[in-house]
Every structure is written in structure tokens, then in C-alpha cells.
């Protein structure tokens, strides 16, 4: 069972919808990421907070809108997406300070119509 | 720019053997690298990870072995299983900086029964 929980698993949206990915984990971490995976490609870095502030963002477009309200839960809300962000969509976190590593959730299948 | 290459995208290995997945890096500011592995349908598991003080990391039927001359880690399993077929990415990051993990490619182990 993964710490990290990602919902929904599955997400089938037209271009003009909004909707928003959910991420929760329980155990303490601090820093928490969005990736993008597409098939046969490694993880693709979207974001990264650290207690709950931006701290990364890998030049993402606008079209991708991160919240993290508190420390165990982050969103990552879409608006106007493309046919090619049809992908895979990782959430991870990990706790703060030296070498740690990251845990994952199983993501969201996102589908672009 | 990839600077975390895994040039073999797949690996055939007997059941028993040893399986030996290898990885480059560019970076020299890299000081914490890990390993995943992923199967379909699920986010990546982290499986072990050594920092740049140590050559040698050790837990069960996982080794990695590190040579910061050459950039270059490599993966050991033995005995390989079936349940070891998976995806396998190693990760590179500077553990005192941003908590940016960068991946590699990607190697598809498939161990034979």
C-alpha cells in the first residue's frame, strides 16, 4: 500500500474543462512534488513545495495551477489542457532535510479528449 | 540536456543470476543517487539509495555500487526473481540543495523463469 494516495486514478477531460488532481499523505513530509510521466520516459519535474511555498517550477504553463493548502495535501488544478498532456501524473514527498528519498503516490492517468 | 543516462532501455536475466543495472551521470554537484522501480499501473518504489561518501550500499538482495571517478552506478540484484521484472530508474540529486531529483532513462528488467 503506498503512504502517498493520488486521486482520482483515472481522469478523461475535454479541452475546455477544469478539473483538479488530489494528492494526501500522512506521514510528517514537508516537501511535496508534481511530475509528468509519459510512456517510456523517466518522471518529468512539474513542481516542488517546501513547506507549502513554491520552490520549484520547472517552467511549466500556466494551464497547470498548484495549491498546497497545509501540509498533507496538494492539488494540482488544470484549465484548458492539450491532447498532449495526456499522461501520467505523479505526486511524491518527502521529508525535509539532508538525503532522503521520495515516495510516490500511483498517479493519475489523465486522458486529454 | 540528460544528466542521468541509462544506456541499456532493457535487461533479460535468468532466475537466480545476478541482474546488474548500470547508470551515468554528468553532473559532478550530484552527492545522493537512489533507485526505483515501477511497475505498470503504479507510481515508483523506491528501493535504495547511497550518498557520495560511500561506494558500496548494501540492503538484502540490493547492492549499488558508486564510482564517483568515473560518474557512473550500477544496480546489483542476486538472486534475481521474477517479481523483480519492473522498470528500474536511478535518480541523482544534491541532497543539500533544492530537492530536485533528476531521472534516468529507464531500464526494463525481465527476469525468466
Known amino acids: 500500500d503506498t503512504e502517498v494516495t493520488q486521486t482520482p486514478k483515472h481522469l478523461v477531460m475535454g479541452m475546455t474543462n477544469k478539473k483538479s488532481l488530489k494528492c494526501e499523505q500522512h506521514m510528517g513530509h514537508r516537501a511535496m512534488y508534481w511530475y509528468k510521466q509519459k510512456a517510456k520516459k523517466p518522471p518529468e519535474l512539474m513542481f516542488v513545495y517546501s513547506y507549502e511555498k513554491l520552490s520549484i517550477n520547472e517552467s511549466v504553463p500556466s494551464r497547470f495551477s498548484p495549491e498546497c493548502p497545509n501540509s498533507s495535501l496538494l492539488n494540482l488544478h488544470l484549465h484548458a489542457l492539450q491532447p498532449e498532456d495526456s499522461a501520467l501524473y505523479l505526486c511524491?514527498?518527502?521529508?525535509?532535510?539532508?538525503?532522503?528519498?521520495?515516495?510516490f503516490g500511483d498517479g493519475t492517468r489523465l486522458s486529454i479528449l | 540536456d540528460q544528466q542521468v543516462k541509462q544506456n541499456s532501455p532493457s535487461l533479460s536475466v535468468q532466475e537466480g543470476r545476478i541482474s546488474i543495472l548500470n547508470c551515468d551521470y554528468t553532473n559532478s554537484m550530484f552527492d545522493y543517487f537512489l533507485w526505483y522501480k515501477k511497475y505498470p499501473a503504479e507510481g515508483p518504489t523506491f528501493l535504495i539509495s547511497?550518498?557520495?561518501?560511500?561506494d558500496k550500499n548494501e540492503d538484502g538482495r540490493f547492492t549499488v555500487f558508486l564510482n564517483k571517478s568515473a560518474k557512473h552506478l550500477s544496480l546489483h540484484i542476486v538472486p534475481s526473481q521474477p517479481g523483480d521484472s519492473a522498470v528500474y530508474f536511478c535518480a541523482a540529486s544534491e541532497a543539500s540543495g533544492t530537492y530536485k531529483y533528476i531521472f534516468g532513462t529507464g531500464t526494463r528488467l525481465k527476469v525468466l523463469a
Open positions: 547511497i550518498s557520495s561518501i560511500k
Open positions: 511524491a514527498s518527502r521529508p525535509t532535510g539532508g538525503a532522503q528519498p521520495q515516495h
